[in-house]
């Protein structure tokens, strides 16, 4: 490992401050999971790292007050992610993502906001949490902005954040509706995603059959996680028949923009993405 | 040079002061500087669960853990709950069931079992299975493994 400078702060504008100096040469750490492995390989050498664990502002899982909005701070563990109450009452979808992840070690050192920050295309909460339309509150040297968790990501490894800048927090909406996310991965533990598939809907009417507001987030099969918005509507244009769950997860697998690696081919990640649809939308309607 | 970091470190209940390099881990801090070799160097990826220790009441790899992030915390490794004059009742189990082979996976595992048991006191074997899911033991005792801790609480 090449030598770096360490910092410590302890307040959010110290830290934007020490990371806006080194312009973009710094690395925050949170749980260190994923930095610190690509920095023993050598494949990245920062020259400061900035622990970032020591940020109040970035700690706790809260419901707000009016919106009544579940935040979730950068700071949560996978592992509070998995067993926060207040998560599993509301979002069970998003504790049942971060079960899937890693080991209890690995999900009691490894943050949301690095799997949100490190922007890898399987990063397991992302499609639940833009299925949720989940926002990224992100704070820097000029104050705070708000961007769509689905606008965040842009490409593997990198997201909208600019110098100096952290994301803060995500923020879920109020949920009425349903979620699942699936994850396909050759083993139950320890693994990565060969194709993650987040499916939620805000509404559905019993009477027409009819879902509205339904979101469908793939991941692991494009470059960040890609809403499958031709199969969105397809879902939405009638009664939720078994036809119509069929013609949508077909789209949602056109739609997909995979790649070929070790974990699986371009063919059989497209069939996954029509499994996984047509299973969680399956899912969805049977649990009405 | 690296100019040096001051850690602060519980580490079984002793408070210890260093000077570190801060690219070193919570590992090798433990192992070189505090010669607590009872945490072993596996995969150093976090992958086999070998470095297990438990910081600030969690089990972590500490592998995966810069030494310099855990100033203030404090640590327990498997010289913390093993008692001078004999064994913590999950090491117990393990030699009495057969859950130990060659033993470089067992203190990570006697780690992660404790970490299970301390939040989950009656585990179902899905349970312990998922709580000990991040070790890896290459002599593929597991079935033994996982009937230890079990079987813990009963004996």
Known sequence: MKPFDYFSPKTLAEASEVLSRYNGDAKMIAGGTDL????????????AIVNIKRLAELRGITQLPITNNLSIGALTTLEEIKRSPLIHQHYSALASAAATMASVQIRNLATVGGNMCNAAPSADLAPILIALNAVAVINGVKGERRVA????????????????????SVEVPKQEGKSIYIKHSPREHMDIAVVGVGVAYRGFNPLAQQAADVR???????????????AEEEVMSGSL???????AAKIAAEESKPIDDVRGSVWYRRKMVEVLVRRGLLGLVNSN | MVKKFHLTLNVNGEQKELLIDPRRSLLDVLRNDLELRGAHRGCDSGDCGACTVILNGKAITSCMTLAADCDGDSVI?????????GLHPVQKSLVEDGGIQCGFCTTGMVMAA?????SIPHPTE???????AGNLCRCTGYKKIVEAVMN???K
């Open chain 1, 241 to 247: 028949t078994k036809e119509r769950i069929e013609r």
């Open chain 2, 114 to 118: 404790i970490a299970l048991l301390d």
């Open chain 2, 77 to 85: 490794t498997v010289e913390g709950i093993t008692p001078a004059d």
């Open chain 1, 149 to 168: 968790l689905e606008e965040f990501f842009t490409g593997p490894g990198k997201s909208v954040l600019g110098v100096g800048e952290l994301l803060v």
């Open chain 2, 152 to 154: 813990v609480e009963r």
């Open chain 1, 216 to 230: 469908i987030v793939l991941g692991a099969v494009a470059p960040t996680p890609l809403r499958a918005k031709k």
């Open chain 2, 126 to 132: 899905e349970d312990v299975r998922e709580g000990l």
């Open chain 1, 36 to 47: 610190l492995l690509k920095m023993k390989a050598g494949r990245l050498a920062p020259k």
